[in-house]
């Protein structure tokens, strides 16, 4: 068994001691899973470039399930980041999502769900792109691994530093607003890899199809983590 099968082992067997994310309970009635595929209708025609219209059309789709959180996208094909050259800027478009998106208020706070301790973290600021972002890194059972937080506010960066211990449930930031979160209607892109590749800071969390197979291996499913029944649709 390789690493990675063994970390998903590991995964499953901690699973209902991991802290939550967010304060709101994520398999309860507020919450719904979303379609940013080309499925969805009422994304052909919206302008994503104004991110205050793309808000309203976030708040609609949950309005439409009475509900106050979304969750999705784990290698959902999206076609949402036609929105910014960050992802269109090659001769194959990035359109894979490799992490689970949570669409929620603006400064909320967010919890590391288990111990670790900060690998690394920047300003993401380019159109499009995660705005401020933290990197953890944790170990199960001797199994290194490493949680991203995208979209946060840029106070979540405030007196950070590279080894600082992080324990399971602690606040590590707050749900950032646009467009100070890489201009994107507010949620955080949260993301489990088990191979940093040798960035830092930074990580895709996007994909060209073509690339599906490779990151498939070391981006696995943050479910493992989070629990969501909204997830397992």
């Not at 309970?25 to 940013?36: A, E, I, K, Q, S």
């Not at 990197?135 to 950070?160: A, K, M, P, V």
Request: overall charge negative; some cysteine; aromatic content about 10%.
């Amino acid at each position: 068994m390789d690493n990675s099968s063994k970390l998903i082992s590991a995964l499953i067997e901690h699973q209902a001691f991991f802290a939550p994310l967010l304060d709101q309970d994520l398999n309860g009635p507020l919450v719904t899973r979303l379609d940013f595929t080309a499925a969805n209708p009422a994304l052909l025609h919206a302008d994503l470039r104004d991110t205050a219209a793309f808000e309203q059309l976030v708040q609609h789709m949950l309005e439409a399930k009475n509900a106050t959180v979304g969750v999705g996208g784990y290698f959902e094909n999206r076609v949402i980041y036609r929105r910014s050259e960050h992802f269109d800027n090659t001769a194959e478009s990035r359109s894979l999502h490799l992490g689970v998106d949570i669409w929620a208020p603006a400064g909320i706070p967010i919890y590391s769900p288990l111990a670790g301790k900060v690998h690394s973290f920047q300003d993401n600021a380019n159109f499009g792109d995660y705005g401020p972002t933290i990197i953890l890194q944790h170990e199960l059972e001797g199994l290194e691994f490493f949680t991203l937080y995208g979209h946060l506010s840029r106070i979540s960066l405030d007196g950070l530093f590279a080894g600082k211990q992080v324990a399971a449930g602690e606040q590590i930031a707050t749900m950032g607003p646009y467009p100070e979160n890489g201009d994107w209607p507010p949620h955080l892109h949260f993301q489990v890899m088990t191979d940093l590749l040798g960035k830092s800071g930074d990580f895709p969390g996007v994909c060209a199809p073509s690339e599906e197979g490779f990151y498939r291996k070391i981006c696995l499913d943050p479910n493992l983590l989070l629990g969501c029944k909204y997830l397992l649709m």
